[in-house]
């Protein structure tokens, strides 16, 4: 019995701290550690006439320039043995790295819904099979994901769309991509990647239009859209014998949501 309630309340303080996040909050757009590296100096911009991608691109220059001056302040105070200074700057230093710093630009979103996915360039292809290692590293299980892993994956998927456009991969990184903020719960932006999946290849392998309709329907409420994309769905997707599962259940959920099901 002792090991039952243990059990019991391991598995309570898991979803706790897993669902303690809300919907879309921007977990995976959380910056990883390892990409948070120099990007140079850039021209001070006219805030007032600026444009979304001018101000995000001068927020990180300036986030990095904050960065390295602390750091260039704790190598000079470590030369020069000023101790209590130097605390001061390994305090503020490391206060800085655990602030959250999010990528604002949504590559799914900058990209073409127009895209084919129709080129195989070794480059996108390295790319992916790196993102896919990290994806693996992260681990199998929900409650135990690495997520600072998952967020280096998703980093290699986006470096994936935006340098190699007409890859024969960008399906498959967008598909891929939408199941990490899926798993986020990140659901708007995981819809936007489903979407681009079969947008740029209409004949994806994937089942994009099942998840996306999904996730429209259970997490997001927008059941009529639900509704147009597991029927598109079903006729796609739902033509190949391993999307059965998903075909019988998006078959269950039109009748359902559409009202024309027997036992209501």
């Given at each position: ?203 994806t392998i994937h089942p994009a ?56």
């Amino acid at each position: 019995m002792p090991k039952i309630v243990c059990t019991a309340v391991v598995i309570v303080l898991l979803n706790v701290l897993v669902g303690c996040h809300g919907i879309d909050s921007g977990r995976g757009q959380l910056m990883p550690a390892r990409t948070r590296t120099s990007l140079g100096s850039a021209p001070v911009i006219n805030i007032a006439e600026a444009g979304e991608t001018d101000i995000i691109e001068q927020t990180a220059v300036s986030r990095q320039t904050y960065r390295q001056c602390l750091e260039l302040l704790v190598g000079y105070y470590i030369r020069t043995g000023n101790n209590m200074k130097l605390r001061w700057a390994e305090k503020e230093l490391a206060a800085l790295n655990a602030i959250p710093q999010y990528n604002y630009i949504i590559e799914a979103s900058v990209a073409s819904p127009n895209l084919k996915a129709s080129i195989s360039i070794p480059e996108a292809d390295g790319l992916y099979e790196d993102a896919l290692q990290f994806e693996k590293k992260a681990g199998p299980l929900p409650f135990l994901k690495n997520k600072s892993l998952l967020r280096l994956a998703l980093d290699k998927y986006n470096q994936l769309i935006k340098k190699y456009p007409t890859s024969s991969k960008i399906d498959d990184a967008a598909y891929k991509a939408g199941g990490i903020y899926d798993y986020f719960k990140d659901y708007s932006i995981a819809v936007l990647y489903y979407k681009r999946a079969y947008q740029w290849d209409p004949m994806t392998i994937h089942p994009a239009r099942f998840r996306a309709a999904y996730i429209l329907d259970r997490r997001l409420a927008r059941r009529a859209e639900a509704l147009e994309l597991y029927e598109e769905a079903i006729k796609t997707e739902g033509r190949y014998e391993k999307h059965l599962t998903w075909r019988e259940f998006a078959e269950k959920r039109i009748k359902e949501i559409s009202g024309t099901d027997e036992e209501q």
